[in-house]
């Protein structure tokens, strides 16, 4: 193994191993841990699931899914060494008797219990009242849990309560993939660590923000889950909320888990309420109908298998944010996330201000004005778009747009860039907590989100079509224009 610090090695025990997140997500990110040496040698991984099946089994079906969703060749060195880590237990979640086979193999003298809740929600009441009553924890033990963590403020709090019942605010660690991304976490250094950002971060220079998560995909087979859900709920309440705080924060005193969470949390309560009175004004709701992807057509919301023909539900949302605070006075963010759009992009656009005066008109009737790009994905990035002299010996001075680029991939080409769910599970096992959600964030944000959710049963407005394949509705661009400003598309892509 590489040197490196070392950390107490884990029980990993996944609840729901067999499940759709756990095979595509979470035993894909263990492998690419593994093949990194980022995994201590003796962490045990436990899989739990309700279907009957033994160890070598098991195995069998983890080699399965790294076959089907790894994107790469699975490093047979590597997979013995992995396979190896793992054992398998039949448990009915719902019996508590059942919970007492966590004994056989649960080491809490020399590995740290770690608890990933891979299930639905309304499971975690038994695992709570389980774990607890077969005594395999101890003070060093952790739970992980997924979104959704509720669907509003009231059922978020019976989730968090129950769950407080047996593991105390420092042993849970929510997850947010996205705030384990690399462009994520870099926000934290382009911010507080260049002079040029640091001081120039705020109302004075900086004329609106734009924050975009769209999707290819339509509902994948999730029928039943989304529409009870939705794209405000789904997306907004956490991935792109989570992306506001992190780029409207004020400085934290260090890099602590809870320094962080503070700036975050004030963020979320300086938001200013959309409420009925203004939610028409503030919002956009839409729901893609049949189009095209790539090329190649695909059905709308409504005719996805097992559709309700009556669904109201929203599959895109675009939402102009006001943060109540000094720094952000009178700058608007602008937010939009849906699904069936034209690509898959989840970018950060900041527009700074134009200057008070052109002495370049040959070039531009108005200057445009600088922009900073942070692209999330798929091309993880950074560049900065300016105006630059047209190399020449005529006369006259002549500008064309140009940007600077710093690529992730290129120019770090030596690091390996890892998704999200990778440095959060590696996080979680060594006890890390600073890229989690406290409970208080959690809560914060469902009290706003809320507020949009009861505005819009109130007008009881029907989400506008947009063909899949395109920006969503129109309503969108009305939304952003009636400040006189347009959304990054791609003919700002042109330079």
Known sequence: MNEKTTFKPCDLVIFGA?????????????????????????????????????????????????????NEVVDEQIWARFSARFSYLKIDLTQMDQYQLLNTVINGQSRVMVNYFAVSPFLFTNICQGLAKCGVLNEESRMVMEKPIGHDLKSSQEINDVVAEVFSEKQVYRID????????????????????????????????IQITVAEE??????????????????????????????????????????????????????????????????????LYSAGAIKDKPVPGYLEEDGANTESTTESFVAVKVAIDNWRWAGVPFYLRTGKRMKYKRTEIVVNFKQLPHNIFKESFEDLPSNKLIIHLQ??????????????????????????????FSDTFKNSKIFGGYEKLVLEAMRGNPTLFLSREEIEQAWTWIDSIQDAWAHTNAAPQPYPAGTWGPEAANDLIARDERAWEDEADKSI
């Open 217 to 286: 995909v339509g509902i994948e087979g999730r029928w039943d889950y989304f529409d009870k859900t939705g794209q405000l709920r789904d997306m907004l309440q956490n991935h792109l909320l989570q992306i506001l705080t992190f780029v409207a924060m004020e400085p934290p005193v260090n890099l602590e888990a809870q320094s962080i969470h503070n700036e975050k949390i004030k963020v979320l309560a300086a938001l200013r309420p959309i409420t009925k009175e203004n939610v028409e004004q503030k919002t956009v709701r839409g």
């Open 18 to 70: 067999l499940g759709d997140l756990s095979r595509r997500k979470l035993l894909i990110s263990l492998y690419r841990l593994e093949k990194a040496n980022l995994i201590e040698a003796d962490t045990r991984i436990i899989g739990i699931d309700q279907h009957e099946g033994d160890n070598s089994g098991f195995v069998g079906i983890i080699h399965n899914s790294l076959q089907e969703f790894l």
């Open 378 to 407: 798929p091309n993880e990035g950074v560049e900065i778009q300016m105006l630059n002299k047209i190399p020449g010996i005529d006369e006259n001075i002549k500008l064309q747009k140009t940007k600077l680029d710093l690529s």
């Open 177 to 208: 993939h996205y705030l384990g991304k690399e462009t994520v976490l870099n926000l934290l250094a382009l911010r507080f660590a260049n002079s040029i950002f640091t001081t120039n971060w705020d109302h004075n220079t900086i004329d609106h």
